[in-house]
Nanobody
Framework: QVQLVESGGGLVQAGGSARLSCAAS????????MGWFRQAPGKEREFVSA????????YYADSVKGRFTISRDNVKSMVYLQMNSLKPEDTAVYYC??????????????????????WGQGTQVTVSS
C-alpha cells in the first residue's frame, strides 16, 4: 500500500521560504511521477509541480515557476518542494500525489489530478502579508 506523508507547512511571511517534504513508502517509486498540488480556501485543487522519479524531469505551474523547486531523494524515497519568494496567494493546503506510469512516458508530466493514484493528507501553508 502506497503511503504519502507531507510535512513542513506552517506560517511564513511574504517573501520568505519554506520547504515541504513528502515521505513516500510502500513501493519502489522508479516508475512513478510525483506531484504537488494545492487547494486554497474556496478554490479547486490545482497543479503546482511534478517530477518524474526515474529521470528527474521537473514541471511547474506558471504561477510558481522560478520560485518553487521540486526534487527527490532516491535513497530516502522523499520528494521536496522548496518554495521561495512566497506570496499571500500561495496560501493553501499542499498535497503530495503519486502516479504509477506503468511504462507510459509522460512529457510533460500530468497536471490533471484525476491521473494521480495516491494522495497524502495535505499540509497547510499560510503566507502572511
Amino acid at each position: 500500500q502506497v503511503q504519502l506523508v507531507e510535512s513542513g507547512g506552517g506560517l511564513v511571511q511574504a517573501g520568505g521560504s519554506a520547504r515541504l517534504s513528502c515521505a513516500a513508502s510502500g513501493r519502489t517509486f522508479s516508475s512513478y511521477v510525483m506531484g504537488w498540488f494545492r487547494q486554497a480556501p474556496g478554490k479547486e485543487r490545482e497543479f503546482v509541480s511534478a517530477i518524474t522519479w526515474s529521470t528527474g524531469s521537473t514541471y511547474y505551474a506558471d504561477s510558481v515557476k522560478g520560485r518553487f523547486t521540486i526534487s527527490r531523494d532516491n535513497v530516502k524515497s522523499m520528494v521536496y518542494l522548496q518554495m521561495n519568494s512566497l506570496k499571500p496567494e500561495d496560501t493553501a493546503v499542499y498535497y503530495c500525489a503519486a502516479h504509477e506510469t506503468r511504462g507510459y512516458i509522460w512529457r510533460p508530466a500530468p497536471r490533471d489530478q484525476s491521473v494521480y493514484d495516491y494522495w497524502g493528507q495535505g499540509t497547510q501553508v499560510t503566507v502572511s502579508s
